[in-house]
């Protein structure tokens, strides 16, 4: 079992910066793929961001690529998302979820591939 807090949302204006993190309990943190998602009103949940286990290399959804960084600290159990020249369209709840390292990137994508998730945590990009 994993169970997975997310913290460091809030209210920021267009061009500003974020970093959110996620906690994660259990000591097989390390072994997990851990992804971020965020969902707007009225819309799907979508991929943001994914880092694998020990190996380290991310991927990113291209709405978010050159802008987001995700990163893993295996001794903190913690994985975090820095937000750079933030757009209004990424207002949305961002979840934190854990899932199975062994699929490729294109299944680390899909939400139905992580086996936990965090409550999520609200991000709004607003003047």
């Known amino acids: 079992q994993v169970q997975l807090v997310e913290s460091g949302g809030g209210l920021v204006q267009p061009g500003g910066s974020l970093r959110v993190s996620c906690a994660a309990s259990?000591?097989?943190?390390?072994?997990?793929?851990m992804g971020w998602f965020r969902q707007a009103p009225g819309k799907e949940r979508e991929f943001v961001a994914v880092?694998?286990?020990?190996?380290?290399?991310?991927n990113y959804a291209d709405s978010v690529k050159g802008r987001f960084t995700i990163s893993r600290d295996n001794a903190k159990n913690t994985v975090y998302l820095q937000m750079n020249s933030l757009k209004p369209e990424d207002t949305a709840v961002y979840y934190c979820?854990?899932?199975?390292?062994?699929?490729?990137?294109?299944?680390?994508?899909?939400?139905?591939?992580?086996?936990?998730w965090g409550q999520g945590t609200q991000v709004t990009v607003s003047s």
């Open positions: 979820a854990a899932g199975w390292d062994g699929w490729n990137f294109r299944g680390l994508a899909d939400p139905a591939k992580y086996d936990y």
């Open positions: 259990g000591r097989t943190f390390s072994m997990y793929a």
């Open positions: 880092i694998r286990s020990s190996r380290g290399s991310p």
